[in-house]
């Protein structure tokens, strides 16, 4: 049976390839994209999405926008990593109302009504804002998600936002805090998929170069949105390539053991300098019973060989991939 979940995300270039891959995967139905500002303006991740979609040939897919910035803290958005458009100054044409249908439901309205349903699960690939949303305003509704999957936080890793903190919880830091305690009230575990794996997901222009043998028309319009991201990567963090963190909480999603780590009572601050740090506690000093479980460790070759063979349609396995990953 395929696996409905929805798809909260900020548009953003890796965001764009995790919906991408999610839309790939016969084992997925996405139910619905729910955008949340974040790397980019609630607004403009919408159009980003759609543009998306447009290329996916899914406009069917209801999109519906939610918040359009943090609960508590200032917006800052990370136009400086996803460029001026949040599609990496590719500016792929607007897509034209009547291509689609126009969702007057905000996100959070849309998650509650789908979530009693049962066996929905959610992947949050940005700001957690508008699951504090819904697990405020409908408590029994957050309680229902079946599986809640979070590219967020980091046990191990340096952030990339701050020594300590990962962009999607330091965005909005209340509202990370918020669903970790709330999961936690409901006796569930989010899974926490954070910069300890997601750094290790590395496309690099040998991999992209390879992308667009297999499939000149996907594999180009990769490049178009990813150039960008490894300027960005070069720049900031000195590597050939980019770090395509949300596609793996897709692919986790659908296929568990592509990350393995520990379950673990996990909090998010919320002020001072360490705001947005995911705060793992791995001794379990607090005793107190674990609200996450928290990869630590992927299989990157595994990742791409799933990434290629679903996103590029391909009906055998990339033979140059375990050259290209080693
Ligand atoms: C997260 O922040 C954004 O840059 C990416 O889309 C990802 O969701 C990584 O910190
Ligand atoms: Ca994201």
Known sequence: MRKKVIID??????DSLAVMLALSMEELEVAGITIVAGNSPAEMGYENILKVLKFMDRLDVPVFIGADRPLKREYINALDTHGPDGLGGSFLPVVPSSSYIKQQKTAAEFISEVLPGGGISVIALGPMTNLAVLAEAYPEAFKSIDTLVSMGGSFKSPGNCSPVAEYNY????DAAAYVYREMDRAGKKIHMVGLDVTRRIVLTPDLLAY???LSPHIGSFVEKITQFYFDFHWEWEHIIGCVINDPLAVAY???RDLCSGFDSYVQIETQGISIGQSVVDAMDFYRHSPNAVVLTETDPQAFFRLFFTRLLRLDSEPDLLEKLTK
């Open 9 to 14: 995300c900020d548009p953003g270039i890796d």
């Open 211 to 213: 992308m667009k043998r």
């Open 170 to 173: 330091w965005c909005d830091p």
């Open 253 to 255: 999603f659908a296929q």
